[in-house]
């Protein structure tokens, strides 16, 4: 129940205080309180102080990889520039960028040559393994065929 007086905020009693109060008992005493899991990000669930805390860690960390890899970069514009000679940090990169794309070209040719020889002896090993079952009447038949397609070739 709540008592308003003109232009007053409400009134609201609050409960009567328990002034019995009782001492616990030895045994109550004793017992050993559960423990809480603590969480696990450290800092995180502990209270608004401690997870701004944490966060702030968090974030100066992040900044100091950052800075870290910021001067790696720098490193490798160094680098770039270097080895193209030119003075224009976009210029190098796009033409070292070029290189390694003619590169990588190049390589990719090189591979697919390797794989059109490796399809041909696969195709070889095969031809060897069919003569190998053939007997020796199909081994002539086959021969005889080979000098026919090659005289009437000429």
Known sequence: MSIKGPGEKPHIPLPPINKD???????????????????????????????????ATRIAILATEAKEKELKFEDIIDRVIQETGMTN??????????KLQHEIEEEITKIKENKDLMDEAESWQHFAELLDNMNE?????FINLLQQTIRTGL
Request: glycine content about 10%.
């Open 137 to 141: 009447e199909q081994v002539g038949e």
């Open 89 to 98: 940090a976009q210029g190098a990169l796009e033409e070292a960028n070029r």
């Open 21 to 55: 109060i009782k001492p616990k008992a030895p045994e109550e005493q004793l017992t050993p309180q559960p423990t809480v899991k603590a969480p696990t990000q450290p800092g995180i669930g502990r209270g608004p102080e401690l997870d701004a805390h944490a966060i």
